[in-house]
């Protein structure tokens, strides 16, 4: 199948990856062409614009920083035909975005489904991605086959809206994991305690998280370059959560003060590094 994908960043670069060894034809395009050089030297064809590369394929993917990246590169100049074209969203955008997403692309006659993912770059370049999908019963059915080589799990959620709002709860959790683990660790580190037998009894208990362990080497040596998912892009899917929460009159005190960490860590030139710097915002200033 010829397919374009829309977005180089970490996920974008990584799922063109996976779908170029699976024999697909990849055409990806990015508003920054330097980023496009990896996928390209992996089998990619780079295009200038995105009209071009939607063009050239059957469908496109969308892997975007968030919605207003996704209608810059959509429905900018030159603009997109749709027509026969099958636009597959798998960004991080609220149940309300992808919904008049849909309605947009349908009205200019496209398809539309979103399919938002759990999982990093290396699951993505494994095909052992969570992937989550909104639209029509029988729209998932018949791109079951394309779909599942991407992951190890592919789980029809709804309609659209539907999988967006379940990758919105999920990744609140990754920020509520990942604020509270931090805060423990500090504490740790800031008494006479050893951290390795703090790690240690949590791995052994009910409160372990994969994750944690995935963290831990960056946060014993603080080096966060090279991140999976930067502190920008949690702080954004922060705000798109608290946003729908609010509307469904949730009680979300917890959360803002995350959110206050996040913006603490991004005012300290935290923004593109791995967002489990968070912890530098806690820890004693050397």
């Known amino acids: 199948m010829h397919i374009a994908v829309l977005g180089a960043g970490i996920m974008g670069s990584a799922l063109a990856e996976r779908l170029i060894q699976g024999g697909h034809t990849v055409a990806v395009y990015n508003r920054t062409a330097d980023k496009m050089k990896n996928v390209v030297a992996q089998g990619a064809h780079a295009f200038s614009n995105a009209s071009q590369a939607v063009k050239a394929s059957d469908a496109a993917i969308l892997m975007l920083a968030d919605i207003n990246a996704i209608n810059a590169v959509l429905f900018g100049m030159p603009r997109v035909s749709f027509k026969n074209r099958t636009i597959i969203q798998m960004s991080t955008i609220s149940p309300d975005e992808s919904l008049r997403l849909a309605k947009r692309i349908q009205r200019l006659g496209g398809s539309y489904f979103e399919c938002p993912v759990l999982g990093s770059k290396e699951e993505a370049k494994a095909g052992t991605l969570i992937l989550m999908f909104g639209g029509k019963r029988e729209v998932f059915e018949q791109w079951t086959p394309f779909l599942s080589p991407l ?36 504490f740790v580190e800031s008494s006479t305690i050893d951290k390795e037998l703090f790690m240690e009894i949590v791995r052994k208990s009910a409160l372990s998280a994969p994750m944690f362990d995935k963290k831990w080497e960056r946060l014993v040596t603080r080096r966060y370059d090279g991140p999976n998912f930067p502190t920008k892009l949690l702080l954004k899917d922060v705000n798109l959560f608290l946003k729908e929460a609010k509307r469904k009159k949730l009680n979300v005190d917890s959360l803002a003060g995350i959110r206050r960490t996040l913006e603490t860590a991004i005012k300290s030139g935290q923004a593109d590094v791995d967002y489990i710097s968070i912890i530098e915002t806690m820890r004693p200033r050397r």
């Open 151 to 186: 992951g190890k799990s592919l789980r029809y959620i709804g309609e659209v809206g539907s999988a967006s709002g379940m990758k919105l709860a999920l990744n609140q959790l990754i920020a509520g994991l990942g604020a509270a683990f931090s805060l423990s660790l500090a």
